[in-house]
């Protein structure tokens, strides 16, 4: 059996590119595959432009795969066709772990993904949240978060880019994704029967260099990682989250990552705030050293998180934490009562939350519960089979290169 050759163009760190390019392709090295590194040729007034793309040309080539992480853009459309054109015989994957076409206005990536202009309404401590869709621009209560011209923003260019996705998908060989429903949702652009579910999954060796930290002051800490784009569900469930630590003066909310506004809602005694780490490592040592006893995992109904995976959820189940979580997405994995406890509306949020504030002896139970389904389920080592196999008979066991923008 040949070994795969997997060349890449090495990306920042990213969530996508730790679970969706980093943690599989370690183990596919690790089992004797070769990884290759392949020069940047994002910056054309690099000195070594030229050269690098001469490289970059000469390998791809000779490639039997080009695996692309959620490639878009008319420029990578461009050049794909390019390609094609020197080689015929180059198949095309790409990595999904999103829908491309309905990124939340409060993630980064709107700028580049995002196709229409949007204004917000200022909450009362000065966060942004609710979206508005018909405010005159004159209304102090709302403010531009999209805007042509503003930080680039340019959706008519996003609009064409959008287009030019499709047409990337259309001429895949393979599709990865994260979830059914993405499956579904990307069956529009591609034959179902070329799109394979592989979940984002759990580097065991990683996590099992840690150990939860106990902060000996006979509270309980409540985790939530929280990005830009969790901003409408913090703004949803902040309320009721308050209500819970009011009722329970021993409770203490640990955030992480993106710094949200409390207002009045959350009381300033019982917050605890750490910020975003360099790293993959760095991010699972804040995140073992919070002294977490509960994680919540809430997220609002839209069509955005939907498409989401469970991989906040199993990496507390992966600490051993019991999990509040939302119905959306969530629901979709996790047995109520078993490895989480998950909630409808509000209110439930409220009982819930307050269960496992209650008892200890079912934040045990729930968490060595969920500890057990996310070792056998979303192992990365079980989860590599998924990416070596398929690539493997797409290929017949040839060479391959892989790709990640």
Same mark, same amino acid.
């Given at each position: 059996?040949?070994?795969?050759?997997?060349?890449?163009?090495?990306?920042?760190?990213?969530?996508?590119?730790?679970?969706?390019?980093?943690?599989?392709?370690?183990?596919?090295?690790?089992?004797?595959?070769?990884?290759?590194?392949?020069?940047?040729?994002?910056?054309?007034?690099?000195?070594?432009?030229?050269?690098?793309?001469?490289?970059?040309?000469?390998?791809?080539?000779?490639?039997?795969?080009?695996?692309?992480?959620?490639?878009?853009?008319?420029?990578?459309?461009?050049?794909?066709?390019?390609?094609?054109?020197?080689?015929?015989?180059?198949?095309?994957?790409?990595?999904?772990?999103?829908?491309?076409?309905?990124?939340?206005?409060?993630?980064?990536?709107?700028?580049?993904?995002?196709?229409?202009?949007?204004?917000?309404?200022?909450?009362?401590?000065?966060?942004?949240?609710?979206?508005?869709?018909?405010?005159?621009?004159?209304?102090?209560?709302?403010?531009?978060?999209?805007?042509?011209?503003?930080?680039?923003?340019?959706?008519?260019?996003?609009?064409?880019?959008?287009?030019?996705?499709?047409?990337?998908?259309?001429?895949?060989?393979?599709?990865?994704?994260?979830?059914?429903?993405?499956?579904?949702?990307?069956?529009?652009?591609?034959?179902?029967?070329?799109?394979?579910?592989?979940?984002?999954?759990?580097?065991?060796?990683?996590?099992?260099?840690?150990?939860?930290?106990?902060?000996?002051?006979?509270?309980?800490?409540?985790?939530?990682?929280?990005?830009?784009?969790? &901003?409408? =569900?913090?703004? @949803?469930? $902040? +309320?009721?989250? %308050?209500?819970?630590?009011?009722?329970?003066?021993?409770?203490?909310?640990?955030?992480?990552?993106?710094?949200?506004?409390?207002?009045?809602?959350?009381?300033?005694?019982?917050?605890?705030?750490?910020?975003?780490?360099?790293?993959?490592?760095?991010?699972?040592?804040?995140?073992?050293?919070?002294?977490?006893?509960?994680?919540?995992?809430?997220?609002?109904?839209?069509?955005?998180?939907?498409?989401?995976?469970?991989?906040?959820?199993?990496?507390?189940?992966?600490?051993?934490?019991?999990?509040?979580?939302?119905?959306?997405?969530?629901?979709?994995?996790?047995?109520?009562?078993?490895?989480?406890?998950?909630?409808?509306?509000?209110?439930?949020?409220?009982?819930?939350?307050?269960? &496992?504030? =209650?008892?200890? @002896?079912? $934040? +045990?139970?729930? %968490?060595?519960?969920?500890?057990?389904?996310?070792?056998?389920?979303?192992?990365?080592?079980?989860?590599?089979?998924?990416?070596?196999?398929?690539?493997?008979?797409?290929?017949?066991?040839?060479?391959?290169?892989?790709?990640?923008?």
């Amino acid at each position: 059996m040949h070994k795969l050759l997997i060349a890449s163009w090495a990306g920042e760190y990213s969530g996508i590119l730790q679970y969706r390019w980093t943690q599989p392709f370690e183990q596919l090295k690790a089992r004797g595959h070769q990884i290759v590194i392949m020069p940047d040729i994002t910056n054309k007034l690099d000195p070594d432009y030229e050269r690098n793309v001469s490289v970059c040309a000469s390998i791809l080539s000779k490639a039997d795969v080009l695996y692309m992480n959620s490639p878009g853009f008319m420029q990578t459309y461009e050049m794909l066709v390019g390609v094609k054109k020197v080689n015929p015989n180059l198949k095309l994957v790409g990595d999904f772990d999103d829908d491309q076409f309905n990124v939340s206005p409060y993630n980064v990536a709107y700028k580049y993904c995002g196709l229409r202009e949007l204004k917000v309404k200022l909450d009362g401590d000065g966060s942004t949240c609710y979206i508005s869709k018909a405010k005159a621009e004159k209304d102090t209560e709302y403010m531009w978060i999209w805007k042509n011209g503003l930080n680039d923003f340019n959706a008519k260019l996003n609009r064409k880019n959008a287009k030019a996705t499709a047409r990337i998908i259309s001429m895949l060989d393979l599709m990865f994704v994260t979830t059914e429903r993405l499956r579904f949702k990307y069956r529009k652009y591609l034959d179902p029967k070329k799109i394979v579910i592989v979940p984002n999954a759990i580097n065991f060796e990683a996590f099992d260099k840690y150990f939860k930290y106990d902060k000996g002051d006979g509270k309980v800490h409540i985790v939530w990682p929280v990005s830009s784009s969790h &901003l409408p =569900d913090w703004m @949803e469930i $902040r +309320k009721s989250l %308050g209500n819970v630590l009011k009722r329970n003066k021993n409770t203490v909310l640990v955030t992480l990552g993106v710094e949200m506004g409390c207002g009045r809602d959350i009381p300033l005694s019982q917050h605890e705030h750490i910020g975003w780490a360099m790293g993959y490592a760095g991010y699972l040592y804040n995140l073992f050293t919070s002294g977490a006893d509960i994680g919540i995992c809430p997220l609002g109904d839209n069509r955005f998180n939907w498409k989401k995976s469970p991989i906040k959820w199993e990496e507390m189940s992966s600490m051993q934490l019991p999990t509040v979580v939302s119905k959306v997405m969530y629901g979709d994995y996790v047995k109520d009562g078993v490895t989480g406890l998950v909630y409808e509306n509000n209110l439930d949020f409220e009982t819930k939350l307050q269960r &496992l504030i =209650d008892s200890a @002896e079912l $934040r +045990k139970q729930i %968490g060595e519960q969920a500890y057990t389904e996310v070792r056998k389920n979303y192992n990365i080592l079980n989860v590599a089979n998924i990416y070596e196999s398929e690539l493997e008979k797409l290929c017949n066991k040839i060479k391959i290169i892989e790709v990640c923008k």
